[in-house]
């Protein structure tokens, strides 16, 4: 794929998490960041109205280059159990410029197809300079019930992102949380005597 300008580097963040509790974690727990750091499109033009032909034209490269990257790191799409994604803008930037090359169909449609998944991607938006911590929340990709799957990828980029530059990322875990024992949205729902498949209904 053809890639963009404004791209300055892109960032691998791999953790694998052996023993947690003082118990061993099994299977070990790999989790996995991958994000780009960008100039800013809109940097230095002012309030811009129409914001879709920046983001009609970055967010599907950095959607498509982020997701190869995340998958090879991982093996395979099918070793993805959890993911997210998440995006800083710089300090000089608008929330809505880092926002907007996330919150697209464009961006994150690469990532859902290549894992294969039913649920939304969960995320942050957030500002902040150089060396502030990206978080990315993460859940099960088919069942946004499921709590064992309920994690976040968390790293930070020394230099980035610059106050004219904005930070998109892609998380994902390759399992569960180790040792995970406070059950899921749909027994709590029960417990409270919900309809699991209409939680605003109580059952008669």
């Not at 061993?24 to 790999?30: K, Q, S, T, V």
């Not at 959890?82 to 000089?92: N, Q």
């Not at 039913?118 to 957030?126: A, E, I, V």
């Amino acid at each position: 794929m053809t890639m963009i300008p404004e791209l300055r580097k892109i960032i691998t963040y791999d953790e694998d998490i052996h023993r947690e509790g003082e118990k061993l974690a099994e299977p070990i727990l790999r989790m996995i960041g991958v994000a780009a750091v960008v100039k800013n499109p809109w940097a230095g033009k002012g309030f811009v109205e129409n914001l879709a032909p920046e983001i009609q034209r970055i967010a599907p490269v950095l959607g498509e280059t982020l997701t190869n990257r995340l998958i090879s790191l991982a093996g395979s799409g099918d070793k993805i159990e959890a993911y997210g994604k998440a995006c800083i803008a710089g300090t000089d930037c608008e929330l809505e410029h880092a926002s907007g090359l996330i919150h697209t169909l464009q961006y994150g449609n690469f990532y859902r197809e290549a894992v294969g998944a039913k649920s939304y991607l969960g995320f942050t938006n957030t500002r902040g300079p150089a060396n502030t911590q990206i978080q990315i929340p993460l859940m099960d990709k088919h069942d946004t019930g499921r709590r064992s799957h309920y994690l976040t990828v968390q790293f930070s980029i020394h230099d980035a992102p610059a106050a004219d530059e904005v930070v998109v990322a892609l998380g994902a875990a390759t399992s569960g949380r180790p040792h995970h024992r406070i059950g899921d949205r749909y027994s709590d729902l029960a417990a409270l005597g919900r309809d699991v498949n209409n939680p605003a209904n109580v059952k008669s």
